[in-house]
């Protein structure tokens, strides 16, 4: 199973997350994109394939993290100072919508966006 470390999620990905969260949606996240690639990240995988899974693995972390936490903001106005939440992940507006950066992975982190 493809997993990453707390290093990496803080150090490469830029996560926000305390370790314990982390490595309970770590089990999460491996499980989910074991079951997504049918196995495929539990052999051997070039460097450039590895970062990529692991930067997925990151954000799929986050996005359990965020959806149990009951989801990010999906409307809000700022003269009423009005903010209305989604209940969990959805295609709503999210902090993430904040990125201006073209991404190249998961758009559920803007920390994992690159420039591309």
Known sequence: MLTADYKF????????????EF?????????????????????????DVEERAKLAFCAVADAYLLNEQGGGIASETNDGVSVTYVAGISNSKTEAAGCTKQRRCSSVRPACCTEG
Do not use: C, I
């Open 9 to 20: 999620y803080t150090e490469t990905y830029h996560g926000k997350m305390e370790q314990a």
């Open 23 to 47: 490595d309970r949606m770590a089990v999460l996240s491996s499980a989910y994109l074991d079951e997504l690639t049918m196995g495929r990240t539990s052999g051997t995988l070039t460097a």
